[in-house]
């Protein structure tokens, strides 16, 4: 599932904005708050698994995750525990490096996780056998598609078409026109566009933005299957847990 962008904003600030292709059936109809960890939490709640896939949190830190690593896998369950659980796991976690280091990845499906923390950005990536850590360029633009279902070639795709994107409508990047990106960026291939649909077995069920401002995190939820709209925001507070 999922294609994520990430655009950095002034000060640290950021869009992160994720297209949730999934089983029409998971698709949550809102937003859930709770509190995890002393944390201020907000994220869309899967209806099949009681995870999610996307948070935000008051203490300056958001997750977000795709199925697969680097390729598309075969699938071994029984898994330890699902990755839309884990999204949540991380937040008992003080800050990212501790979760890194602690939390107990063997029996868990491959996933590529994004993590905005206090400034960073890192990207852990688990193939099963070995997590793959990279502390990304929190100063940069960056792109991600699901390995799950996109093979390389249309990931290269996805990134030409974000690349032109991003030649039309430099800095400051806007909300809207991302959503405008993750909404309509293609080329009429309904099976690999941004927006795809895939026989209605799996479809680009939602689009969720995150903003993260001087003083708040907002999040958007289109659920584009029943074409609602929710928005809510937290307020960000107490200071940054240091890392290892």
């Known amino acids: 599932m999922c294609t994520v962008t990430f ?143 996109y093979e390389a070639e249309v990931k290269a795709k996805r990134k030409a078409w974000f690349d032109t994107w991003l030649k039309e409508y430099p800095i400051p990047y806007e909300r809207d026109q991302i959503l405008h990106f993750h909404r309509t960026a293609g080329d009429g291939d309904i099976y690999n566009d941004v927006v795809m649909n895939r026989n209605n077995i799996v479809r680009t069920v939602s689009i969720t933005s995150i903003e993260k401002g001087d003083s708040q995190m907002n999040m958007r939820y289109h659920d584009l299957l029943r074409e609602r709209v929710r928005e809510t925001k937290i307020v960000l507070k107490g200071e940054c847990v240091e890392s290892r």
């Open 7 to 149: 655009l950095p904003k002034k000060n640290g600030q950021y869009l992160l904005t994720s297209n949730r292709d999934e089983a029409p059936h998971r698709s949550p109809e809102s937003i859930t708050t709770d509190f995890i960890g002393g944390q201020q939490l907000a994220f869309p709640r899967d209806e099949e698994a009681g995870g999610t896939w996307i948070v935000m949190a008051g203490s300056d830190r958001l997750v977000c995750i795709l199925n697969g690593a680097f390729e598309k896998h075969d699938r071994k369950p029984p898994y330890r525990r699902s990755r839309g659980l884990m999204a949540l796991d991380y937040f008992l976690y003080p800050n990212v490096d501790a979760f890194i280091a602690d939390y107990e990845l063997n029996g868990m499906e491959p996933f590529t996780m994004i993590l905005c923390e206090c400034g960073r950005l890192v990207e852990l990536v688990w193939d099963e056998k070995q997590a793959h850590v990279t502390e990304l360029d929190a100063t940069a633009p960056h792109i991600w598609s699901s390995s799950t279902l």
